[in-house]
């Protein structure tokens, strides 16, 4: 199962990434190296939320990558936010 991914809200430059999304997937990279942090399938995006306060920008998405075909509503499976 896919855990909580956060980036902190203050970054250093060696901590600054380059969010792409395309027909395909969101790809989260990091900026210097370019190596993948996250990359997740549209087909897995549930819902989006963009909020702003100030200079602060927030993107949260809700997966359904949890989900497992023919999971209960008792199981343990279930959507992951992001």
């Given at each position: ?23 395909r ?46 999971a ?11």
């Amino acid at each position: 199962m896919q855990q909580l991914k956060e980036l902190p809200l203050q970054t250093t430059p060696e901590q600054d990434s380059i969010l792409s999304l395309s027909a395909r997937c969101l790809l989260l990279t990091w900026r210097d190296n370019e190596e993948l942090i996250l990359r997740i399938p549209t087909h897995e995006i549930a819902a989006a939320s963009y909020l702003r306060d100030d200079a602060l920008h927030l993107l949260i998405l809700k997966t359904g990558a949890g989900v497992r075909p023919g999971a209960t509503s008792r199981g343990t499976a279930g959507p992951e936010w992001l």
